[in-house]
C-alpha cells in the first residue's frame, strides 16, 4: 500500500485477513484509484521493485500468440464444416497432457454449424415447417 501512496490501509488493523475483509471495498477503490492511472507494464515495475509478487492477466490475444503455448502445440488448427459444406478453420485447445505416440490435435470441433438449426426452431421456438423453410428461401438462415 506504500507504493500506491496509501500507507493509512496498513497497521494493526489490516495485519489479519478477517479485518482486510472488512475493509474490502475501501482497499479496492485505493487500488483500482491507483491502477487505473498507469499501464500495465509500470504497474508490473513498481510492484517487483517493492518486492509484490505479480503478474499481468492474459486475454486470448495474448495466449493465442504466447510464444511458449504456440511452442508446446497447446492451440491447434481444426476445419470446422457448416450445413451448406463451407470449411474455415478453427483454433482449439489441444489435448494435455500430451502423451508419447497420441496426437494432441483435438478430433472433432463439435457438430456442425447450423445442424441443429431446424431442430431448434421447432421443437424450441415453435416454428412450423413451413416457415422455417420460408426462413430458408429468404436466406435469412442458412
Not at 501512496?5 to 488493523?13: A, H, K, N, S
Not at 489479519?16 to 482497499?27: F, G, L
Not at 426452431?121 to 423453410?133: A, P, T
Request: net charge negative; proline share 5%.
Amino acid at each position: 500500500m506504500e507504493v500506491i501512496g496509501r500507507p493509512d490501509l496498513t497497521g494493526p488493523e489490516y495485519q489479519q485477513n478477517q479485518n482486510r475483509v472488512e475493509k474490502q471495498a475501501e482497499i479496492e477503490e485505493a487500488i483500482r484509484g491507483w491502477t487505473e492511472k498507469r499501464s500495465a507494464e509500470e504497474i508490473i515495475q513498481k510492484m517487483r521493485q517493492a518486492n509484490v509478487a505479480v503478474g499481468q492477466v492474459a486475454n486470448v490475444k495474448d495466449i493465442m500468440e504466447n510464444e511458449q503455448i504456440q511452442s508446446r502445440g497447446a492451440i491447434q488448427e481444426v476445419q470446422v464444416q457448416a450445413a451448406d459444406g463451407q470449411t474455415w478453420p478453427l483454433k482449439m485447445q489441444g489435448t494435455f497432457p500430451t502423451l508419447g505416440g497420441v496426437d494432441p490435435k483435438p478430433r472433432w470441433a463439435g457438430p456442425n454449424l447450423g445442424v441443429h438449426t431446424h431442430e431448434v426452431l421447432r421443437d424450441k421456438l415453435g416454428l412450423g415447417d413451413d416457415v422455417i423453410s420460408k426462413l430458408r428461401a429468404d436466406e435469412i438462415i442458412g
